[in-house]
């Protein structure tokens, strides 16, 4: 199946497959006279909270955006950080999860992270690829744009002939083509923009913003997301 045809929801409307943009964590240290390494360090404690919750929700896929191409922007200390948080997160998070049934696959450019941090990402994605409860993926050097150019310069790599360039054939080609399209794309910290994550998977997703800052999310914010979601009528352009 390909991977913009399998995120249809089912007949309850509780959506199976959510993706959420984690935003906030600076303004949330700011608000506390903390360090925005202290904020991110919060932003993966909610993070484990938030896919605990989902587990509880009924939710099957979890695409989180960790880290976005255009990211290494910011100071070098604060990449510093997210990278050490990587590492941590893997460490210290991640296990428990992995305990609780949860399969964990990155999905982004490799190529940029550092060599000891590429091989716990592989490590625990070898580690959990047997476990179905829930389907973690998170977004590390992701950008969507980046993945269209890589899909495409695969297309060609392939001599896939022009005939033969599908949706399907060029979703196939992307970081992670089991991904399934998000049901629902939740932002929090009152941001109302994609910032380049999904871009052709969410083309039907229902968008959610939420003004609670990433650090404060967690069971609640998550259930009022799902709860609106079922509330929108999903037309896919049909009558
Ligand atoms: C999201 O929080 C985490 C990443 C983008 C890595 P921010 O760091 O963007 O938080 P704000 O937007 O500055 O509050
Ligand atoms: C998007 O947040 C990226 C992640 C959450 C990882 P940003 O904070 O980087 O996005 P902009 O700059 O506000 O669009
Ligand atoms: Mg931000």
Redesign the pocket.
Known sequence: MSASQNGARDDSGRARSVAI???GNGRWAAGRGLSVAEGHREGARALRRTVEAAIDLGVESLAV????T??WARPAEEVGALLELLDETIERELPDLAKQGVRTRFFGRRDRIPEASREKMAELERETAANVRLQLWIAFDYGSRGELVEAVRRLVADQVLPEDVSEQTLAERFYAPELPDPDLVIRTSG?Q?L?NFLLWQSAYSELVFTETLWPDFGKDALGAALDEYARRARRYGAR
Do not use: V
Request: charged share 35%; net charge negative.
């Open positions: 943009i984690m935003d955006y960790a880290f976005s255009e990211n941001e923009r910032s």
